[in-house]
């Protein structure tokens, strides 16, 4: 690797990225990394990690947008035994796996707003506690996280808590397309084929000078990682001929942007490329068991249930629809209760039933845990 840690560009917008990365590399402070798909925001992320003090600790990199939006806390801070059904043991997440390392939040736009608060917390006090957990737990890692989505319209549809953007945009990396620094598209395609054969021992004879500026004139929506893509694909089929504009037309479309569809070849092992793929599938499955509990605890609060699900209902009773049938009426009469009176009951009725489970309580009256801690405190229950 060189000085540059695979961050290939004469441009002046990436050699500004460079030396940013040289200044704020050896800091703690939190990066937010900007730029359009394949413009190169997770190698930049790499190169900050891999030039800090925390070189030798963990760089754990986690996609927020393929998480599925139920997991998503447990995932990132952990959970305790029991913190929800299937949670057979306490298990890290992945701030504490990234203790006294870094941590990579890639497509933080897509992290849900409730998570956005936890995040903000470690951000600022080092500390979260576990899904389920009491124990605040303290870590020591470095933040960095990137988009490609326009934060900053997100905070203003609501999506984005602006606090949060605030906080981590206070030190930021915008990484131009590359249709916006084409100096840069010449020295790419020269030092990633060059690289690419050797790794490959395979024999190229380059472009012609006019199929280089036809590479240079594209508009590349797909921005580096398109650029490599086509240059790789190239390499592997037209092995040891120099490439002219007739055979290079054959790959992309120019201008229309059919280049995107091009299979990618990689250079990676096949052993490698069948791992991926399990974890893939894996992580797929897990998303649809995720998605099938979700939607097994919503049919179990909905009126339109199907009758042939009755586990969930064995571990998560229905509350009683006490509004609707009087049976309670010996414990307070309806018409002359106030509706602070009727809340308080179901709260109470809720936790007793379920005893005293916080986060079952708050699924079961559809009501989100931090409302429940707040309405136990403002009724005084004994919970
Ligand atoms: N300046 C660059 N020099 C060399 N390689 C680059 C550069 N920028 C991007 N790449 C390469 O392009 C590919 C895409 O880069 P990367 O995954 O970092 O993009 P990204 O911005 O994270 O994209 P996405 O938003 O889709 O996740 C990678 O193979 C990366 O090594
Ligand atoms: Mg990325």
Redesign the pocket.
């Known amino acids: 690797m060189d000085d540059n840690f695979?961050?290939?560009?004469q441009s002046p917008s990436?050699q500004q990225i460079l030396l940013t990365i040289k200044q704020v590399a050896p800091t703690d402070i939190s990066v937010l990394i900007m730029?359009e798909?394949?413009?190169?925001?997770?190698?930049v992320a790499q190169a900050i990690h891999a030039q800090s003090r925390r070189k030798d600790n963990p760089l754990v990199v986690v996609n927020c947008g393929a998480i599925p939006e139920g997991i998503i806390e447990s995932e990132l801070f952990g959970h305790e035994k029991g913190a929800f059904t299937g949670a057979i043991g306490a298990r890290k997440g992945y701030f504490e796996l990234a203790d006294t390392g870094t941590i990579f939040l890639?497509e933080i736009g897509e992290m849900p707003l409730a998570t956005q608060v936890k995040l903000l917390r470690v951000l600022e006090n080092k500390d979260f506690m576990r899904v389920g957990g009491v124990r605040v737990h303290h870590v020591d890692v470095r933040v960095i996280a990137?988009t490609?989505k326009d934060l900053e319209k997100a905070v203003k549809t609501g999506e984005f808590r602006d606090d949060l953007y605030y906080r981590l945009n206070a030190f930021h990396v915008r990484i131009s397309p590359l249709r916006e620094r084409r100096e840069d598209i010449q020295l790419?395609v020269r030092k990633i084929s060059s690289e690419f054969c050797k790794q490959n021992h395979i024999e190229f004879d380059g472009f012609t000078d006019s199929a280089l500026r036809m590479i240079e004139n594209h508009t590349w929506p797909g921005n580096?990682?398109e650029l490599?893509n086509l240059v790789e694909s190239i390499i592997v089929l037209e092995k040891g001929k120099k490439v002219d504009e007739l055979a290079l037309d054959k790959y992309v479309k120019f201008d229309n942007n059919v280049g995107r569809n091009l299979p990618v070849p990689t250079h990676r092992s096949s052993e490698q490329v069948e791992r991926e793929f399990i974890y893939r599938a894996l992580l797929d499955l897990k998303s649809e068991i995720t998605q099938l509990r979700e939607d097994l605890y919503q049919s179990n609060y909905s009126d339109s249930r199907p009758k042939s699900l009755p586990v969930y209902s064995e571990v998560l009773p229905r509350e009683p629809e006490i509004v609707k049938n009087n049976e309670n009426s010996q414990e307070f009469n309806l018409d002359e209760s106030s509706l602070e009176d009727v809340e308080r009951y179901k709260i109470n009725r809720a936790l007793e039933r379920l005893n005293g489970s916080k986060r079952k309580a708050a699924k079961s009256l559809g009501i989100s845990e931090r409302t429940l801690y707040r309405k136990i405190k403002e009724y005084e229950l004994p919970f």
């Open positions: 695979g961050i290939i560009g990436i730029g798909s394949g413009t190169g925001k997770e190698l890639d990137a490609n790419l580096v990682r490599k």
